[in-house]
């Protein structure tokens, strides 16, 4: 996927949790990104999240260390 799309689809996910109530929004946003996510989509992720996350929602930086990424190998 290119990464635009999986930035604001990550974005968009960040943006839903945000507006429940609790203060757990960042484990939300990764339990969704984990159930969801299929493991190649979670490494370009964390891919990204590694060269600065640009233009990522803080949210999802903060889910970031809770993501579970497939090793290579």
Do not use: C, Y
């Not at 999986?6 to 960042?26: H, K, L, R, V, W």
């Amino acid at each position: 996927m290119s990464p635009e799309k999986m930035i604001t689809m990550a974005n968009q996910i960040a943006t839903f949790f945000a507006t429940q109530p609790g203060e757990d929004q960042a484990q939300r946003v990764a339990d969704h990104l984990n159930d969801f996510w299929e493991p190649r989509m979670r490494a370009q992720l964390a891919a990204h999240l590694e060269t600065g996350g640009e233009g990522l929602d803080p949210l999802v930086v903060q889910a970031a260390s809770l993501l579970r990424v497939p090793s290579d190998g």
